[in-house]
């Protein structure tokens, strides 16, 4: 089990983090790695356990310091990153990562990770659905949609670089998908 890691990316809005909550809550050597961001938090996130939310003075005194595997500007004036101390700590915790990230950083961190890594592209069933999906969590402005729903379109281009891809019609079936993939990634 040393050293594994699974790679969950999607373009915003196709279901990836109910599907990565799902595992987490099925496999229990299954750990979560934290990312940090400098986005607002959410009323139902909680900082520690869904983001560390920081400021953008603090994420640019993390880059300077190497602390990231690989960050992006996900959106404008909006940062990610996954800290290497997240991955350190997950695994000598003798437990599995779980990366949830975008598509730009999910290719950097499957280059980067010269270890075993299982890499899943979940991909949304039609764009009338993804945005749909969107509007139905009530988080974002119209704005926000448009900008993540252009993204998507350009980053639905990208699925071949993964290892399996898996659309999320139906929640139940793209689980039951995603286990299996897993299950037989951990032999
Ligand atoms: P949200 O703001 O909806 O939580 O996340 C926006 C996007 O950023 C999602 O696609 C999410 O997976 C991605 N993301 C979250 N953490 C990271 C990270 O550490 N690095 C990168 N590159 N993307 C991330």
Redesign the pocket.
Known sequence: MKNKSILV??P?GAG??TLVKKLLEEFPDFQFSI???T?DARSNEIDGKD?FFITNEDFEHKIAQDAFL???E?YNGTK???LKSEVEKIWDNKHIVIF???I???LKLKKLMCQDILSVFIAPPKFEVLEERLRSRKTETEEKIQTRINKAKDEMKFHNFFDHKVVNDDIDEAYAKLKSLVVDYLG
Request: a negative charge.
């Open positions: 990316t999607a915003s990836k983090t990312s940090a961001t986005r983001y690989e960050w992006e996900v990610y990153g996954t949830d990230i975008d730009m950083g999910a």
